[in-house]
């Protein structure tokens, strides 16, 4: 019953009673943790908005298979390609994309919430996504330099450019 919630990516924190209760009302995946549903009343996640919630489980599978790939080329392969790294690259990157475009689409309702009368719960709520934005940003930020030292010790000992089959 509660992964059928949790596929359906239904987190209304309104609906739901129970044990697990606290932990069906939040989305993780964009560190919601009722920020959304005080700043524009969604009753469910973002995504239910978005697509209708779908496209949650095939996210985080795909999200799971890029890390492990990474991880994979990064432990147990001794000077591996740096294109092992180019999936969880472009995860990552949409994902910090989908964060910046959920950030500019209520900048106006979290700079009315900052700015009018203080609200502690909401400004621990926007506090805590914007911790978890910038965190997931700075993941980035190392990840690209990560691979951009791989590259450059590829191309030292082999020569060759990094250049994907396709191009």
Request: proline share 3%.
């Amino acid at each position: 019953m509660f992964l059928i919630q949790i596929f359906r990516c239904s987190f209304n924190e309104t609906r739901i009673n129970g044990p697990h209760s606290n932990f069906l009302s939040y989305d993780v995946i964009i560190f919601d943790f009722g920020l959304f549903h005080e700043l524009i009343q969604a009753q469910e996640c973002i995504a239910n908005y978005l697509d209708g919630g779908y496209m949650r489980c095939l996210w985080c599978f795909s999200q799971l298979v890029a890390i492990g790939c990474a991880l994979f080329s990064i432990v147990c392969i001794r000077q591996a390609h740096p294109l092992y790294l180019w999936p969880l690259l472009i995860m990552q990157n949409a994902y910090c994309f989908g964060l910046m475009i959920l950030t500019i689409a209520t900048a106006d309702k979290v700079l009315v919430s900052i700015l009018h009368p203080l609200n502690g719960h909401l400004n621990l709520l926007i506090a805590a996504f914007f911790v978890g934005t910038c965190t997931n940003h700075l993941f980035n930020y190392i990840l690209w330099h990560f691979y951009w030292y791989r590259e450059a010790d590829f191309l030292r000992r082999t020569g060759q450019h990094v250049i994907p089959f396709w191009v």
